[in-house]
């Protein structure tokens, strides 16, 4: 599953412009026979101002030379979101190293003082994860919420296997077309990141060889953060809450991301946690 980077710029590219018509990039549409739906290559040249030479070059993954301002422009004529962007850049930046460059060095458990951040959390369920999705550490209400997740090993557990492989029959993310698109952008985004990690390519390859669904999804090139926002899920004790999440990047740790999911004060979820609050903490 490790894709050389000239072939992941190729279909990112290609993906993006073909999901955006003319109209909607303001420029007229000529001809009734139009054979893409979406814009042409000289059509992205042209919103881009570079020419349709250069651009057909940058799409066939030769991204030799490429200036920022030149990713910019491309990145306002595909109508990218920051997540998109990134991801882009990510990609040129990496071109030329794939397969010498090592990987990201990455922690394999969380500092001390980050756990006792968690501890100190005792009204709202947080963990930290990295971003190949694996669940490194959480406080006693997080384990709790998580006891679905955390419970299937190998570990530490990974949500991502979760979502597709082991838990393909759980109804423990209500949303579950939103949690399969959000862990999948996700992961595309780690790649374009970090395209040294072998764990994480083992994890693209077992994904892809255990769930049609992820392959789909894989195959669309999308591009997700997983910042902020409201998760449903279905407990096995206490039964539907909604719970606003709440991303926090770790600057100290690169890779590691802190979760923490809340309550609105005197909702329904909020009691659900409280109740959660007194699950043993075996899985810890």
């Keep these: 599953m490790c894709v050389d980077r000239r072939t992941e710029i190729r279909e990112f590219l290609a993906s993006r412009r073909a999901r955006i018509t003319p109209q909607q990039a303001g420029l007229i549409a000529y001809g009734r026979n139009r054979r893409v739906p979406g814009l042409r290559r000289e059509e992205v040249a042209l919103l881009a101002g ?6 057909t070059q940058l799409e066939r993954g030769d991204a030799r030379g490429v200036s920022d301002e030149v990713l910019e422009a491309i990145a306002r004529a ?17 071109a030329h190293t794939t397969g010498s460059a090592p990987s990201r060095a990455a922690q394999p458990g969380v500092r001390p003082s980050v756990q006792q951040i968690l501890d100190a959390m005792t009204g709202a369920a947080a963990f930290v994860r990295n971003g190949r999705l694996d669940v490194l550490s959480a406080n006693r209400l997080g384990y709790a919420l998580y006891s679905e997740v955390v419970g299937f090993p190998p570990r530490p557990a990974n949500l991502a296997r979760f979502i597709f492989l082991d838990g ?28 040294g990690d072998a764990a994480l390519a083992d994890l693209i390859g077992e994904l892809s060889a255990g769930s ?51 309550a609105d004060a005197g909702s329904p979820a909020e009691r659900a946690l409280t109740q959660l609050a007194s699950w043993p903490p075996s899985l810890e």
């Design 168 to 195: 393909r029959e759980s109804g423990f993310y209500a949303d579950r077309q939103g949690i399969e698109h959000a862990a999948v952008g996700s992961l595309r985004a780690e790649a374009g990141r970090n395209p």
């Design 50 to 55: 570079v020419s349709i030479d250069y651009y």
């Design 78 to 94: 595909l109508q990218l979101d920051e997540a998109e962007r990134a991801h882009l850049f990510d990609l040129v930046r990496t």
């Design 212 to 262: 049609d669904e992820f392959r789909a999804l894989w195959a669309a090139h999308n591009v997700r953060y997983y910042r902020s926002g409201v998760q449903p899920f279905r407990h096995a004790l206490v039964g539907e809450l909604a719970l606003n999440y709440n991303a926090l990047e770790l600057p100290a740790d690169p890779g590691q991301t802190m979760i923490v999911y809340s």
